[in-house]
């Protein structure tokens, strides 16, 4: 059966699962292996739960003529993807980068969706299983998709670009994460201009920032539409931008006053902005949209604790971003100030040498107290009056329990593997 006939079979399903757990009456399910288990198990019971048809790559677990074999479900699924886009042929936003990709594409979601029925990437399934299951949730109702592209390693996003075929691409910086993956800095910034090449090759568009030297170098020779304060010429200039604790920006007679903490955030909400200026999103429409989105997710979020005010930015963390997010707290005007900082992951040879970075910048500040958890930055350890380090959240968890915390401003943020939001459980 080619894929042609499969799209068929998928537009006669009501959605698409590959989770029995969540699978729906009259849907398609897609049996992928994964590293610790083989989901074509699964395709009787998914049957038996409602779906229509069961696609599967092992012809032992063929039932009836609602099973579909084919090669390999997991390929069969992203040209299943490929093959939805080209069917439905609109148009399409992609967006990339080191730090604030989830953040901007849920403001870009806000933002176009006061003109036009969206669809975006939920949460981060934005991998070579997570594009395909975005694109083909978009149906004929969908006026614009907005795509979200994640990669670790060189060639990952050249490969969902070849899926999502994206008309319009954003790249919201180069950043040290992922290092291990991608061999270092240069191999961040190579990987994730991948998009650049597809839009430059495919004589699409790419939105930029004029204030990154980066994406202007790497954006030579494509169609742009640009943002930024530091140059007269961008098509959407931002007059001033403030962030005490939550971002303020202002551009031609608007003020946008977010929900989101740290200037870090603002190019974020820039983007959103000149996207919605471009695909012609009225201004007040923009302003309502950025200013009732509600960060969620353990993001910039800010929460009260009995007397403590708390940045929870927990959902992951890297050098750049930790670098920012530190930078941006200790420029806040608030007294009493902790920072619970915890290790930063997927950095490979270079993780000593970032956490190290990270230990010296904050061994020079006298602004807040800060609590350093992992492995990593214990193997850092330095004698200070400002810093305590905690090889585990075990270990720290036991001196919390030992404190009091009042009238404290907090910030918490590490790699998700540190899971520094159970710190909200010891305080008061």
Known sequence: MNIQDIHHLFLQCKSLSIDTR?????????????????????????????????????ESYYIDEKTILVKNSLETLQNLAKFHRTYLNLPIVALTGSNGKTTTKELINVVLSKKFKTKATIGNLNNHIGVPLTLLSFTEDTEMGIVEMGANHKKEIEFLCEIAQPDYGYITNFGKAHLEGFGGVEGVIDGKSEMYHYLLKNNKQAFINLEDPIQIKKAAGIKLFTFGAANETADLKITAVQANPFVVINYEDFTVESHLIGLYNANNINAA?????????????????????????NRSQLLKKGSNEIILDAYNANPSSMAVAIANFLQLENKNKIMILGDMFEL??????EHKAIVDSLSIQTEAICYLIGKSFYENKISSK???????????????????????????????????????????
């Open 22 to 58: 969540k699978i729906e009456k009259d849907s398609m399910f897609f049996a992928i292996k994964g590293e610790n288990f083989d989901a074509n198990t699964f395709a009787k019971e998914a049957l038996e739960l409602g779906a229509l048809y069961v696609i599967i790559d092992n």
């Open 348 to 353: 490979g040879k270079e993780s000593r040498q």
């Open 386 to 428: 400002y810093i305590q380090f905690f090889e585990s959240f075990d270990s720290f968890a036991d001196y919390l329990k030992t404190q009091k915390f009042e009238n404290n401003t907090i910030l918490i943020k590490g790699s998700r593997g540190m899971a520094l939001e159970r710190t909200l459980e010891y305080i008061l």
């Open 273 to 297: 902005v000149a996207i919605g200026k471009y695909f012609g999103v009225d201004n007040t429409a923009v302003k309502e949209a950025i200013e009732n989105y509600i960060p969620a997710n």
